[in-house]
């Protein structure tokens, strides 16, 4: 309890708000992804099939796969618990709900396939941004992220990248047999964001916390 009070006391506020944004943008991204209809990125592909599955609302059912792997990430990898958490794991589904439902009230369902690739294209620049706010606030992994970043510590001889893929890969492939849908959208999130993430990590973000206090939870510089 001491150690999450001094935690909570040292928390800088600016990486706060820009962790709160980016998780805003992320959830905006997700629901763009969904809109299109090609794919979303593999981990909410796959919840959104799940939840589909059993009846449950995306958002709700989130918060229930959440729990679990929060469990997880308690256990195995605590250094990396922090507000951004918390944001990440309870809002998130919800703020991508309250964004998808906005655009099929203002613009309905694409019709074209031409329309949902640029609306891919415009989910990709969106997500790209939010992860970069979210990650490099450096507050706090969500319980998903953090699995590949245990798995990293756990097994050192293999880098991030390859136990981030073998994450992603599974979880696509759990979508795809639930049924859901894994195509244009979910490759390009696979494969496709870092790049703009590093161009926004680089030309934006970093430059935006350039006069932050260094936080406690230093747990994201963590590709190499």
Known sequence: MGMMKGY????????????????VFLGMGISIFKLSGLGNDPFSG?????????GMAYANFLIVLNV???????????????????????????????FHNTWLHLFGEPGLFWQRVIIV??????????????????VGVAPYDSLSLIMRDRFPGITYFW????????????????GGIVGLGTLVSAFGLGPIIHFFDKHFTEKLLAKG???????????S
């Open 46 to 54: 796959m919840v959104m099939a799940l939840a589909d599955r059993v």
């Open 163 to 178: 136990h981030r893929m073998f994450t992603d890969a599974l979880c696509a492939l759990v979508c795809f047999l639930a």
């Open 213 to 223: 206090r260094p936080n406690q939870v230093n747990n994201n510089r963590y590709v």
């Open 8 to 23: 909570i006391r040292n928390l800088d506020r600016k990486r706060l708000m820009i962790m709160v944004i980016g998780n």
């Open 121 to 138: 294209a415009i989910g990709v620049v969106v997500c790209s941004f939010g992860v970069s706010l979210y990650q490099t606030s450096d």
């Open 68 to 98: 679990v792997l929060f469990v997880i990430e308690w256990i195995t990898g605590r250094r990396f618990i922090g507000a951004g958490t918390f944001v990440n794991a309870i809002l998130l589904g919800y703020i991508a709900t309250f």
